[in-house]
């Protein structure tokens, strides 16, 4: 019994000198609720004296609808970036899912001015230098004490974006293009935090770098001037790892080594 509502027992099984009861919790609202384990006869009805209850043993969350993927953080923080670091006035091909001012509960595309960035893609490509070829453990919890999970090795990719910068006099963008390599040559890895919602497990990075030459475009008949170029985000995992079993279990924590 969840909060006094019945559980679904799945199967009953022993691990050693441990009997393992694997069960599917009801619905309930959020919130912590005392646990209780009847013992019952063959008929269905339990045995007086033989009921155990821990108070406020599990807890109930709603679950999140929309979780935001690493690869929508990975442009957002570009976008933040290059904003910070190059020019005000920079967008993504889809400006209405990056809004500029998300605080009003609008979402209203900016209008168009001079000078500019816009971030085009990504496109993914297979990277196998930054691909892990072993599986990775990951230690959880159990009935019976710590597993370790194997999980396949994840899809490693890198991210390629385009970045056009468009500009109405040809100085200011030869200014816009020094910033923009610059921006390469300072920024050499593009961080984030694991997990936004826990700081304490830390930050990831990846390898940022330009990609291609870049190439001006002068002449227009509307009088506005641009340049190309290419950006790269190295070693993106595009997945996790799905985990393939169940291992043995643990008394003592995995060491977990990481490549470049």
């Not at 609720?33 to 043993?57: K, M, Q, T």
Request: hydrophobic residues 45%.
């Amino acid at each position: 019994m969840f909060g006094g509502r019945p559980a679904i027992v799945v199967s009953v099984h022993d691990e050693g000198a441990v009997r393992v009861v694997e069960l599917r919790t009801p619905s309930h609202e959020p919130g912590q609720v005392d646990v209780e384990v009847f013992n019952l006869d063959p008929s269905g009805v339990p045995i007086p004296g033989e009921h155990a209850a821990l108070a406020l043993a599990y807890r109930f969350e709603r679950p999140a609808i929309v979780r935001e993927a690493d690869l929508t953080r990975v442009v957002r923080q570009l976008l933040r970036e290059l904003k910070r670091q190059v020019v005000a006035n920079v967008s993504a091909s889809v400006s209405v899912d990056y809004d500029d001012t998300v605080a009003d509960g609008q979402s209203i595309i900016a209008m168009a001015k001079l000078p500019s960035l816009v971030l085009t893609g990504p496109t993914l490509r297979q990277n196998r230098f930054y691909s892990a070829n072993v599986a990775r453990y990951d230690v959880v919890g159990s009935p019976s004490g710590l597993e370790a999970v194997r999980r396949k090795p994840p899809f490693t990719v890198d991210l390629l974006f385009g970045v056009t910068a468009a500009s109405s006099r040809a100085a200011e963008l030869f200014n816009l293009m020094g910033a923009v390599a610059t921006f390469f040559n300072r920024n050499r890895w593009l961080e984030l935090l694991r997990d936004p919602a826990d700081a304490s497990r830390g930050v990831v990075r990846w390898e940022l770098d330009a990609d291609g030459d870049f190439r001006t475009q002068l002449a227009s008949r509307d009088d506005v001037r641009v340049f190309t170029c290419g950006l790269v985000v190295r070693g993106f995992d595009v997945d996790e790892g799905l985990p393939l079993d169940l291992t043995r279990l643990v008394n003592q924590p995995i060491l977990e080594t990481e490549g470049l």
